[in-house]
């Protein structure tokens, strides 16, 4: 069995792929600042630095998505899917202007989860 610490929806996916139409090579992150705090920001590859305090935490729709390490401690005990809401948000995410945001959705990890994830 595949497991994963994100996914994302259906209707998410629709949206992403035609901002990377529209913006090309894109990344997900996840910090917890200000803002809209932890709603997942997209943002321009190459106008964003990932270091080492930045957690791969797999791919979803063909995009990296990334947490802050210190955000990850409030999250590594759950599975995030993102998804998508009507309105603007106030981050510097690239769907901003398109009317709608990037939302989290979470769940605690099951046993199994937790297992393969802590091997």
């Not at 957690?55 to 590594?76: D, L, P, R």
């Not at 981050?91 to 393969?116: A, D």
Request: with cysteine; glycine share 8%; net charge negative.
């Amino acid at each position: 069995m595949a497991y994963t610490r994100v996914d994302i929806t259906e209707n998410a996916e629709k949206a992403l792929k035609e901002l990377k139409l529209k913006h090309g090579s894109v990344i997900f992150h996840l910090s917890g600042g200000c803002c809209d705090g932890s709603s997942p920001m997209l943002l321009p590859k190459e106008d964003f630095y990932l270091d080492e305090s930045d957690i791969f935490m797999g791919e979803i729709g063909g995009v990296k998505f990334y947490m802050n390490e210190a955000q990850f401690e409030y999250w590594k005990h759950t599975h995030l899917t993102i998804d998508i809401t009507e309105g603007r948000g106030s981050s510097f995410s690239l769907e901003i202007p398109e009317g709608y945001r990037f939302v989290v959705k979470s769940r605690l990890l099951t046993k199994e989860e937790e297992h393969h994830f802590n091997k």
